[in-house]
């Protein structure tokens, strides 16, 4: 008999709880790493020296007044929609639907803004518009959760395919609106009468959802943090039988949650409608119902971790946007460093909660990384 | 009257990059591995096939012979899609990261990648030709056989593809058949259920798991190919691929992670998404109506297979789920 035992090159084992400065400090090296990749392709495609590609990029992100707005709101809307998944996720329930769930809310928004821009005043015209769209997002999200619950229906992939008959459905109503006829789209709603904009406060249109997508973020942090209702939700996400055991309606509480996630979504989609862009595409939200799970999830699903993850991916698209713009790239540009950014952050969760142990020569293992 | 002989034949071009996309995910979900990623995966192989012919009608001047044609841009488009596969199962089986997180970040990153070269192709090699049109690789691509058209609607209906459509329906079916009959089939399915028993029983895991995820992509990489070189006659434009890549996992829960199932579902899903073309009365507006019905059919067999809750027609039970020995 062979008294030998076969032993693996590298051994694996799950770390206890690392302490989170080591943590931050791992993330903190791996964005390094990605933002150094990312300037040494942009090097290589454009011939500027790997430095100046991230001069150009913050001139494209912070380089005048109205591009630091533009910023703050895509930050803005990213975060919201980031935000309104968190507590699903927190849940363990996979909301794909983002995307879905803010277009409803943008679609509700428009369909005020249409039907009775003339004859309410703005006053009671957007707290309507806002009850709308905050209801058909938590509508959109509460059907997958509703089968969840009842009888455990994948949310993945329900809240996935929810997001394309979200996107007909909008396509079906701006043929319905498009104006003018045939153009295929349905232009700046209310522009004359500006009936359902939301106001604009401090000589900024875009002030206003900033602060109230700040507010959100306070307010989502409490919820998750402080609330008898964050904790149930948390409890849940980590065993549903201790959650039952301890007297958790299970089921109420997966509702609850998603109709939560649901509302904010469409409420982001009524503030890119109403405080934005005043029109209606299929692809208003743009992607960002999946950057946004990227974004919880890069944050560790903590709302004020967010701010940074959202910053930090909007920064980089906005910067690609100006090198791409300058050097007759394609706009997608951005898409590849923010995927390049999102590989090397998703790679770092494993060396903060893995350790790797080299074997030695004797057999005996030491601890490494 | 319903042309149901111009019908299916266009139904059928439809449904190959669905068909080809639908073999490959359950492949890789058959052994647990949820790859959202196939979109994004779906998109490099097509721009790495039209990159790769793009540079040897380039190199050639337009005069192309048919086997370099065929074999150039198809191992590009292998090779792209095997990269995205490595990096997907490097990340979620050796790296164990969350697979949802994963696929997303490679389908934008996929998405991005496709568009941007689609994009800049002809800027960054320096050519002169106004646009990404490989017309005498689709030529080659979608050459049908010389005696179909003698054959009347039998002709129509059944040889009027080109090579990658047969090729698409004998993968099903292998797959189908590897999957359902097969010892590997069996360890491989077995993973998915249920990795630690696999583990205990001998089967390698991760094997299994690098090499479903790597073997899906690549098919799933060849229905880009496919949509580029045959459906779009070799034009790349922009995001004309669409959302084909999540229909196609729409299409693995729809046919309940049976890829031979899918060889028929894929038509009837790619008779859907072109119905609203042969309905002569309907409008511009419900024509979008009709776009949304393969999503519908889809949202309605998950939730009543999961309200049949039969034992076969289940989701793989550990799909999604990391696998760590010694999380046991």
């Not at chain 1, 208003?284 to 950057?291: D, E, M, Q, T």
């Not at chain 1, 004020?304 to 050097?327: H, K, N």
């Not at chain 2, 044609?69 to 089986?93: D, E, H, K, Q």
């Not at chain 2, 098919?219 to 995001?239: K, P, T």
């Amino acid at each position: 008999m062979n008294n030998s035992i076969k032993e693996p090159f590298l051994h694996i084992t799950k770390r206890k709880e690392m302490a989170w400065q080591k943590a931050w400090a791992i993330r903190g090296g791996m964005i390094l790493l990605a933002l150094v990749i990312c300037a040494v392709i942009t090097a290589s495609t454009t011939e500027l020296s790997p430095l100046a590609v991230y001069g150009t990029m913050f001139k494209g992100a912070l380089g005048s007044a109205r591009k630091v707005w533009v910023l703050g709101k895509e930050l803005a809307i990213l975060l919201a929609i980031a935000l309104a998944l968190t507590p699903a996720f927190r849940m363990k329930f996979w909301n794909l639907g983002g995307e879905g769930q803010v277009l409803v809310g943008a679609l509700a928004t428009a369909a005020c803004m249409i039907y009775l821009g003339k004859t309410l005043p703005n006053a009671i015209l957007i707290p309507v518009m806002f009850i709308a769209a905050v209801a058909a997002g938590a509508l959109w999200a509460m059907i997958p959760a509703y089968f969840k619950a009842k009888w455990n229906t994948n949310e993945t992939l329900f809240t996935l395919m929810m997001n394309y008959v979200a996107t007909q459905l909008v396509a079906y109503y701006i043929i319905i609106w498009e104006s003018p006829k045939g153009s295929g789209k349905v232009g700046i709603i209310n522009q004359n009468s500006e009936a359902g904009w939301l106001p604009v406060i401090g000589n900024n249109k875009y002030l206003l959802i900033i602060l109230i997508v700040a507010a959100v973020t306070i307010a989502m942090h409490i919820y998750l943090k402080y609330s008898k209702h964050g904790y149930e939700l948390t409890v849940v996400g980590e065993s549903q039988q201790t959650a039952r055991y301890v007297g958790i309606k299970v089921d109420r509480v997966i509702i609850r949650t998603l109709f939560l996630s649901g509302a904010v979504c469409g409420l982001t989609g009524w503030l890119l409608v109403s405080g934005s862009d005043h029109t209606i595409t299929t692809t208003l939200a743009g992607g960002r119902g999946f950057i946004g799970v990227m974004v919880a999830w890069l944050a560790q699903f903590n709302p004020i971790a967010m701010v940074a993850s959202s910053l930090l991916l909007v920064f980089m698209t906005r910067g690609a946007q100006e090198i791409s713009t300058i050097y007759g790239l394609n706009q997608s540009f951005g898409d590849i460093l923010t995927g390049i950014i999102l590989f090397c952050i998703i790679s770092s969760e494993f060396f903060i909660n893995y350790q790797i142990h080299v074997r030695k020569a004797a057999g005996k293992e030491e601890a490494n990384v | 009257m319903f042309d149901l002989v111009g019908f299916i034949p266009r139904a059928v071009v439809q449904s190959i990059p669905l068909l080809l996309g639908c073999t490959g995910e359950t492949i890789s979900e058959k052994a647990g591995s949820l790859n959202l990623g196939i979109p994004g995966v779906m998109y490099v192989g097509a721009i790495s096939g039209v990159i790769g012919s793009f540079l040897y009608e380039q190199s050639c001047g337009g005069e192309v012979s048919t086997l370099p044609a065929i074999l150039i841009p198809l191992c590009c488009c292998l090779l792209g899609s095997l990269l995205m596969g490595l990096l997907f199962s490097f990340l979620t089986v050796t790296l164990r990261v969350n697979q949802n997180v994963t696929g997303l970040a490679m389908t934008t990153f996929g998405i991005g990648f496709g568009n941007f070269f689609g994009g800049s192709l002809i800027k960054l090699t320096g050519s002169e030709v106004p646009s990404i049109a490989l017309s005498a690789t689709s030529r080659v691509f979608s050459k049908s056989l010389p005696f179909a058209n003698d054959l009347g609607w039998f002709g129509k209906i059944f040889l009027s593809y080109g090579f990658l459509t047969y090729v698409a329906v004998i993968i099903a079916i292998i797959a189908g058949f590897v999957l359902k009959r097969t010892r590997t089939g069996l360890h491989l399915r077995a993973v998915g259920e249920n990795p630690a028993t696999a583990d205990a029983a001998g089967i390698p895991v991760n094997k299994y798991k690098y090499l479903s995820v790597c073997i899906g992509c690549m098919i799933a990489g060849l229905g880009g190919l496919y949509y580029v070189m045959d459906y779009a006659s070799g034009v790349w434009s922009n995001d004309a691929f669409g959302d084909r890549g999540w229909l196609a996992i729409a299409l693995v829960i729809f046919t309940i992670w049976r890829p031979n199932v899918a060889i028929f579902a894929s038509i009837l899903f790619g008779g859907l998404y072109i119905f609203y073309l042969f309905i002569p009365s309907s409008s511009m507006a419900t024509k979008e109506l009709y776009k949304m019905l393969p999503y519908v059919v889809t949202i309605i067999v998950l939730v009543l297979t999961s309200m049949r809750n039969k034992r076969e027609s289940q989701p793989p039970e550990a799909l999604g789920l990391p696998y760590f020995r010694e999380e046991r």
